[in-house]
Nanobody, 120 residues
Framework: QVQLVESGGGLVQAGGSLRLSCAAS????????MGWYRQAPGKEREFVAK????????YYADSMKGRFTISRDNAENTVYLQMNSLKPEDTAIYYC?????????????WGQGTRVTVSS
């Protein structure tokens, strides 16, 4: 199995920045995606960004483009989310995810989440 451990959340003022980290350990795969989702109070979990481990292609939710950047460190099996120009509406629990795709639903792993609070 895979273990995902997030860190880097906290309290920040609007306009500030945070960098989230997600370290993966355990079983390895040759091709997979890693990404970030978030869930705000009273709302459904939503996609934030993802990166293809093989090749490094990145994808973002429209509302995060230009403010958030996802990156990876292959050697450390770690994915990062750099969040700039944070807004109060970015307040949420941010979850890391590693998955192989729709054809392999059994290989879909989530971290425990890290809380981000943006004050106005």
């Amino acid at each position: 199995q895979v273990q995902l451990v997030e860190s880097g959340g906290g309290l920040v003022q609007a306009g500030g920045s945070l960098r989230l980290s997600c370290a993966a350990s355990g079983r390895t795969f040759s091709s997979y995606d890693m990404g970030w989702y978030r869930q705000a109070p009273g709302k459904e979990r939503e996609f934030v960004a993802k990166i293809r481990w093989s090749g490094g292609s990145t994808y973002y939710a429209d509302s995060m483009k230009g403010r958030f950047t996802i990156s990876r460190d292959n050697a450390e099996n770690t994915v990062y989310l750099q969040m700039n120009s944070l807004k109060p509406e970015d307040t949420a629990i941010y979850y890391c995810r590693l998955w192989l795709g729709a054809d392999y639903p059994e290989y879909d792993f989530w971290g425990q989440g890290t809380r981000v609070t943006v004050s106005s």
